[in-house]
């Protein structure tokens, strides 16, 4: 794991010095890269954490089912596995995880979403030697993903309690699960998993955060045609 962590990092700094060598397009901060001055500093954090949530419940018989895919030996397909979820256990059993899943994306959602600018301003102020310049788009691609992974670094046991509930694990309460995963791991028993964890979000939140928050430069709007009003005068006749 660590020989794999220490490729990633060299492959992304590989890419971010040959991204700062080659000409950077010009882009402009769209709705979802820069804040409007009169926007409340947590509007951004606060829409993404109820959009993910809206996201995560209508998606989550999915998730079960893909859990259910990856621990069983003999897979039987995405809609065999949850036609076998629902004779077992009834179509609330896809919804299983429910809570933790929410709890992950209410505070992982909005943790990425509110460092996402200072992280950005940060990269912008320790690569570039313009302070009023634009970001580039490898600053963003790299602000997205540090944003990301630290988001998921964050909130990982939320993550690491659902997936156990998901994958067949009983509790009483999403706290007793939390209290069963710090009695047999202890602390760090709550972030097990957290370095691939981290480094997909980082790869996700890289070209996701990044294309929201880039555009090219809007082009003027064509003039528009008149229509003739009703007003004219009209057209005499040609003459015979």
């Not at 928050?213 to 003039?223: D, E, G, K, L, V």
């Given at each position: 794991?660590?020989?794999?962590?220490?490729?990633v990092?060299?492959?992304?700094?590989?890419?971010?010095?040959?991204?700062?060598?080659?000409?950077?397009?010009?882009?402009?901060?769209?709705?979802?890269g820069?804040?409007?001055?009169?926007?409340?500093?947590?509007?951004?954090?606060?829409?993404?954490?109820?959009?993910?949530?809206?996201?995560?419940?209508?998606?989550?018989?999915?998730?079960?089912?893909?859990?259910?895919?990856?621990?069983?030996?003999d897979?039987?397909?995405?809609?065999?596995?949850?036609?076998?979820?629902?004779?077992?256990?009834?179509?609330?059993?896809?919804?299983?995880?429910?809570?933790?899943?929410?709890?992950?994306?209410?505070?992982?959602?909005?943790?990425?979403?509110?460092?996402?600018?200072?992280?950005?301003?940060?990269?912008?102020r320790?690569?570039?030697?313009?302070?009023?310049?634009?970001?580039?788009?490898?600053?963003?691609?790299?602000?997205?993903?540090?944003?990301?992974?630290?988001?998921?670094?964050?909130?990982?046991?939320?993550?690491?309690?659902?997936?156990?509930?998901?994958?067949?694990?009983?509790?009483?309460?999403?706290?007793?699960?939390?209290?069963?995963?710090?009695?047999?791991?202890?602390?760090?028993?709550l972030?097990?998993?957290?370095?691939?964890n981290?480094?997909?979000?980082?790869?996700?939140?890289?070209?996701?955060?990044?294309?929201?928050?880039?555009?090219?430069?809007?082009?003027p709007?064509?003039?528009?045609?008149?229509?003739?009003?009703?007003?004219?005068?009209?057209r005499?006749?040609?003459?015979?």
């Amino acid at each position: 794991m660590r020989t794999m962590s220490f490729r990633v990092a060299v492959l992304l700094l590989a890419a971010s010095a040959n991204a700062r060598s080659l000409p950077q397009p010009t882009l402009t901060a769209s709705a979802g890269g820069a804040a409007r001055k009169d926007e409340h500093p947590l509007i951004r954090p606060v829409s993404g954490g109820l959009a993910s949530c809206t996201a995560e419940i209508c998606t989550l018989p999915i998730d079960r089912t893909k859990v259910m895919m990856q621990i069983a030996t003999d897979s039987k397909g995405l809609v065999g596995t949850m036609r076998n979820v629902i004779e077992k256990e009834g179509a609330g059993a896809l919804f299983k995880g429910a809570k933790p899943a929410l709890l992950r994306q209410a505070s992982y959602q909005s943790i990425k979403m509110a460092l996402y600018e200072p992280i950005r301003d940060a990269v912008m102020r320790a690569t570039s030697d313009d302070p009023n310049a634009d970001p580039t788009l490898w600053q963003m691609i790299l602000a997205g993903g540090i944003a990301g992974a630290v988001g998921t670094f964050l909130t990982s046991p939320t993550d690491l309690v659902k997936v156990r509930m998901q994958s067949g694990a009983s509790y009483d309460s999403v706290s007793a699960a939390f209290a069963d995963v710090y009695k047999d791991g202890g602390l760090t028993g709550l972030w097990a998993g957290w370095v691939p964890n981290c480094q997909r979000s980082f790869i996700v939140n890289a070209a996701e955060l990044a294309t929201c928050a880039a555009r090219p430069p809007a082009r003027p709007a064509p003039p528009r045609r008149r229509r003739p009003t009703t007003d004219s005068p009209a057209r005499a006749p040609p003459d015979a």
